[in-house]
């Protein structure tokens, strides 16, 4: 199996969620992990991947100050996201659906990325291997424990589907890692 790290400079995830009759933006830049690939049986492959939740960006400086507050992320108490694969399948060319546990507040649910990869590339410098990795999928805020119960208006007018966008630059650290990707 071959490693490949996430480029935490160069990957996002980005969520998306109706608020009255607009929708709010927001990303995370903080973004870590590994997966390990498999480019023979790409069901072996793992994906594992951390989201530091104090590196939110949003539109302007309410809805961010709501996203990190303890109606939302409470990133006081749960200052990460989690992600660790459980079951990783080839759904097409260069496409896979990675199927796992996202932990966000505390609280695991099995969620599923459908995912787009490019092939291996040399950097610039030819130091490393990098290719991209875009997934999506869409939540419910209330299966992680974002009721807003207390702010019964408020939950009213979010919606309850968020719908999360990773952009994920992967690079490998040596050269004679290189293979195609699955």
Same mark, same amino acid.
């Given at each position: 199996?071959?490693?490949?790290?996430?480029?935490?400079?160069?990957?996002?995830?980005?969520?998306?969620?109706?608020?009255?009759?607009?929708?709010?933006?927001?990303?995370?830049?903080?973004?870590?992990?590994?997966?390990?690939?498999? @480019?023979?049986?790409?069901?072996?492959?793992?994906?594992?991947?951390? +989201?530091?939740?104090?590196?939110?960006?949003?539109?302007?400086?309410?809805? /961010?100050?709501?996203?990190?507050?303890?109606?939302? =992320?409470?990133?006081?108490?749960? @200052?990460? +996201?989690?992600?660790?694969?459980?079951?990783?399948?080839?759904?097409?060319?260069?496409?896979?659906?990675?199927?796992?546990?996202?932990? +966000?507040?505390?609280?695991?649910?099995?969620? +599923? =990325?459908?995912?787009?990869?490019?092939? @291996?590339?040399?950097?610039?410098?030819?130091?490393?291997?990098?290719?991209?990795?875009? %997934?999506?999928?869409?939540?419910? /805020?209330?299966?992680?424990?974002?009721?807003?119960?207390?702010?019964?208006?408020?939950?009213?007018?979010?919606?309850?589907?968020?719908?999360?966008?990773? %952009?994920?630059?992967?690079?490998?650290?040596?050269?004679?890692?290189?293979? %195609?990707? @699955?």
């Amino acid at each position: 199996m071959d490693t490949w790290k996430i480029d935490s400079e160069h990957s996002t995830a980005g969520f998306d969620v109706r608020f009255l009759f607009r929708h709010m933006h927001g990303q995370f830049t903080g973004i870590s992990g590994s997966v390990f690939l498999d @480019p023979v049986d790409v069901s072996r492959s793992v994906v594992e991947a951390v +989201i530091d939740t104090t590196s939110v960006k949003a539109e302007d400086r309410t809805w /961010r100050t709501q996203i990190r507050g303890p109606h939302f =992320l409470d990133v006081e108490h749960h @200052p990460t +996201i989690t992600f660790k694969s459980t079951a990783v399948e080839r759904t097409g060319n260069r496409h896979i659906r990675i199927s796992g546990d996202l932990t +966000i507040r505390g609280i695991t649910n099995e969620e +599923i =990325l459908e995912a787009e990869y490019t092939d @291996p590339e040399e950097d610039t410098e030819g130091k490393t291997l990098a290719m991209r990795l875009t %997934a999506h999928t869409t939540i419910n /805020r209330v299966d992680y424990g974002i009721t807003l119960q207390d702010k019964e208006a408020l939950s009213l007018m979010i919606g309850k589907d968020i719908r999360i966008t990773l %952009a994920v630059r992967l690079v490998s650290l040596a050269l004679e890692t290189r293979v %195609a990707a @699955p």
